[in-house]
């Protein structure tokens, strides 16, 4: 996070690491920039009024050394013209002050998942293979045909492999752009067993109870 303003970098640093991220604040562009292009960061949240290079220098500079970390502007100057300049300079979301903690989380995480699901096309889980780019499914080769929700159900569980995600996590992932009754996720979770892991030795979904589910490969046997 390059950003300047110390109470706000230590509100959103705070958020975010409640939210499990790690983070690394700067509080001028020059040393940004230089961060940024040392570092190996997922996503840059980058202030646009910065003592030293401003926000739009440090974003053209990056892009122009071909780092292609997604970058989150946050500006004061939330103007049609700021957003505009900062998307053209190279930035992937603008997100005018003041915000809400929870919209600047969402849009992390929505930014995160959009660059994951870019870079990695096809996440492989065991035998089971999602094609992101196609939104295809195969397990042991055979494919398998998913509703909508339940693709997105199946892509949020494999991309965290190996976590549990809680019921409110998922819903709110999955879910969030309409009410969803209490057992969603769990009916959901029956509809995806059925059609991923019904017939295989090994299942892939895994409930946690009390707490939610997971979807991890196998064990290796003799591991255990
Ligand atoms: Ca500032």
């Known amino acids: 996070m390059v950003e300047d303003e110390e109470a706000m970098a230590r509100v959103i640093r705070r958020g975010l690491e409640q939210a499990a991220f790690t ?24 202030d646009l009024m910065l003592p030293g290079l401003d926000g739009w220098r440090v974003c053209e500079e990056l892009r122009a050394r071909r780092c292609r970390v997604p970058i989150l ?9 700021d957003r505009v300049r900062g998307l053209e300079t190279g930035a992937d979301d603008y997100l005018p002050k003041p915000f809400e903690f929870s919209e600047l989380l969402a849009r992390v995480r929505a930014l995160l998942r959009r660059d994951r699901v870019h870079r990695t096309r ?30 997105d159900l199946l892509e949020a569980l494999a991309g965290h492999e190996g976590q549990v995600l809680t019921r409110d996590v998922i819903q709110e992932r999955v879910w969030a752009d309409t009410e969803a009754y209490s057992n969603t996720v769990d009916v959901y979770i029956g509809f995806l067993r059925k059609k991923i892991d019904a017939g295989h030795a090994e299942p892939l979904i895994h409930t946690i109870r009390g707490v939610g589910y997971c979807l991890r490969r196998p064990e290796p046997e003799g591991s255990q």
């Open 122 to 151: 096809v996440i492989r889980i065991g035998d089971l293979e999602i094609d992101t780019a196609q939104r295809r499914v195969t397990r042991a080769g055979q494919p398998i045909g998913l509703s909508r929700r339940e693709y």
């Open 23 to 46: 983070v690394d604040v700067a509080s001028e562009g020059t040393s940004g920039l230089q961060m940024a292009l040392a570092g190996r960061y997922a996503l840059i949240i980058l």
């Open 73 to 81: 502007m946050l500006s004061a100057r939330g103007t049609v013209e």
